[in-house]
């Protein structure tokens, strides 16, 4: 076996991917080559690594998650978010980037709070508002003359 090969079949033997006369040639060229072998060991230890850090950040998320649920289900809408808050994050709660807990929250926090809830229908009001604007006649003539005047020079 090549080492080009070698490199290339890495991630499959670690997958346990590699059928008998493959995975054979390539413990051979494993234990016959020294360079390939370090290879091995590096691209080894780096995925393990990443196994490790992987399994920290879940065990991080769900004590995030756990504490993040605590908070909500001991804490009333009011007291949760405040109009300062509300005011910050209105955008993403009109785009729609906002997660559905929060969402609650806020049509929680705009129920019992009258300020916020003017806000909010203000917002809403003028988001399905249309806009209109007027163009002046002369716009559509100077356009024209301007489109086909690049188009001559190109």
Request: with cysteine; aromatic share 8%; hydrophobic share 40%.
């Amino acid at each position: 076996m090549e080492c080009l090969q070698f490199e290339e079949l890495i991630n499959d033997y670690l997958d346990c991917g590699l059928a008998r006369p493959v995975r054979r040639d390539f413990c051979e060229h494993l234990l016959a080559c020294r360079p390939c072998h370090q290879l091995f060991n590096d691209v080894r230890e780096v995925l393990d690594a990443c196994h490790v850090i992987k399994e920290s950040h879940v065990r991080e998320s769900t004590v995030f998650a756990d504490v993040q649920q605590r908070i909500l289900s001991a804490t009333s809408a009011g007291e949760m978010l405040s109009c300062r808050t509300l005011d910050a994050l209105i955008s993403d709660y009109f785009e729609g980037n906002i997660e559905s807990t929060y969402e609650t929250i806020f049509n929680e926090h705009f129920a019992i709070c009258e300020g916020c809830n003017r806000l909010v229908e203000g917002v809403r009001e003028s988001l399905e508002e249309p806009e209109a604007v007027e163009v002046p006649e002369e716009l559509y003539g100077r356009i024209f003359a301007a489109t086909m005047g690049a188009r001559r020079t190109a």
